[in-house]
């Protein structure tokens, strides 16, 4: 079976699928799974896992077939648990939700992160899709506190943090959560109908990307001050971390450059400038972190292009292979096309096991856990042998859903 063609793509679709039911709690919410599937059972509930589950489930749902498991309606299940266990996060009194909570619902950390938030839309919009019960309230829920706190139209990008009640608003900024900002608002905009949302996806990368990373020879700087001015050294002595990382990040480049192409392909008149800013993040990334002579690919980078983490992670080639096959299915490009191929294969030989993809490995390709504990969620996992299938636009949930219907 050719690694990355629809049958072993659909095969994988199953594998993925059928790891990923067993981060399923009982009492609510989706847990960290270990290499071999078992639950952590003494951490905390983390938002965004539980959010990027229930967005995998309704997927999966809506995909329906073989392939995904759903004949016995399993998925919407899990789709509908991942929606109540949603409102376990829910600030009750000042609206939003916390990024984790211990086991009696208890928040662990009382702070707003526009990262989760951005999940939480997004989980709405494909379980509003899938016709998850409570779906459409959360969806009503999570386009109000996204448009109302953390949507910066002065800024044209997306404010970061917030305190409990909203009151004060933490001076970093973040192209990250802008990044999944995007994603989530192509899935709004095709969910609500609503263009504007289409617009806040632009806007966020034409300043991101069309301004910044092309500044930066389209190495995308990922942290901020307050006023949007670039902090280059920022975490420079944490360089692993798993959401904030020192330096330039490749997987980032691969996945704005998908982004944005999905963004253009929405357009009735896609800018001159898309294109090419999603050639040249993909190129730069290339030429930065892809060795002829080494599978994978790292992590970060320095501003010169150097690797610094040089692990790799599943997370950062599922976003490489989507990235290639998103431009050759844009331009029709041979060399996008040759990628892939070489990514699939990669993938198929080093990241796939019986117990679901692994997500960290060494420079050599052996077992690693510097940054990544486990296998947390199957989202990056499930969208790379997922969104190949489909049209560039509209979203995969309504694309999914039309067809269908």
């Not at 498991?69 to 509908?80: H, K, P, V």
């Not at 900002?181 to 609500?192: G, H, I, P, R």
């Not at 806040?200 to 020879?217: D, N, P, Q």
Request: proline share 5%; net charge negative.
């Amino acid at each position: 079976m050719v690694p990355g063609s629809e049958q072993w793509r659909d095969e994988q679709r199953r594998a993925i699928l059928s790891f990923a039911r067993r981060s399923k709690i009982d009492g609510g919410g989706f847990g960290w799974l270990d290499n071999d599937g078992g639950l952590d059972a003494d951490a905390n509930l983390q938002l965004w896992i539980t959010a990027r589950m229930t967005y995998v489930f309704s997927l999966a749902h809506l995909a329906g077939g073989p392939s995904t498991g759903s004949g016995t309606g399993e998925n919407l299940e899990l789709a509908e648990h991942g929606v109540r266990a949603l409102a376990a996060f829910h600030d009750d009194v000042n609206g939003g939700w916390y990024s984790e909570i211990d086991a009696t619902g208890a928040p662990a950390q009382t702070a707003k992160f526009c990262y989760e938030h951005a999940f939480v839309l997004l989980s709405a919009c494909a379980a509003s899709a899938a016709g998850a019960e409570g779906a459409d309230a959360l969806l009503d829920e999570a386009t109000l506190v996204h448009r109302t706190r953390f949507w910066d139209a002065d800024a044209g990008r997306c404010r970061e943090e917030w305190n409990e009640d909203w009151t004060e608003l933490d001076g970093y900024r973040g192209a990250n959560s802008n990044m999944h900002s995007v994603e989530a608002y192509l899935f709004a905009a095709d969910a609500t109908g609503e263009d504007a949302w289409r617009q806040r996806a632009l806007a966020i990368c034409e300043r991101v990307i069309g301004i910044h990373a092309r500044g930066h020879h389209w190495r995308i700087p990922e942290h901020y001050d307050h006023d949007w001015t670039p902090m280059a050294n920022y975490n420079v002595e944490k360089p692993s971390d798993p959401f904030r990382p020192f330096g330039a990040t490749p997987g980032h480049a691969f996945e704005w450059a998908r982004l944005i192409i999905q963004l253009a392909a929405s357009l009735d008149e896609p800018r001159p400038w898309m294109q090419e800013a999603a050639e040249g993040l993909f190129e730069q990334a290339v030429a930065d972190a892809v060795d002829d002579d080494a599978p994978g690919i790292p992590y970060t980078t320095d501003w010169h292009g150097s690797p610094v983490v040089e692990e790799r992670f599943h997370w950062v080639i599922a976003e490489a292979v989507l990235a290639a096959e998103a431009l050759h299915n844009y331009t029709d490009d041979a060399l996008y096309e040759g990628l892939a191929a070489r990514w699939w294969s990669e993938i198929d030989e080093h990241f796939v096991t019986e117990q679901g993809w692994v997500h960290e490995l060494s420079p050599t390709m052996g077992p690693s856990s510097r940054t990544w504990q486990g296998k947390p969620d199957a989202y990056h996992a499930f969208n790379a042998v997922t969104l190949p299938s489909l049209p560039l636009a509209p979203c995969p949930a309504k694309t999914i859903e039309r067809l269908a219907g």
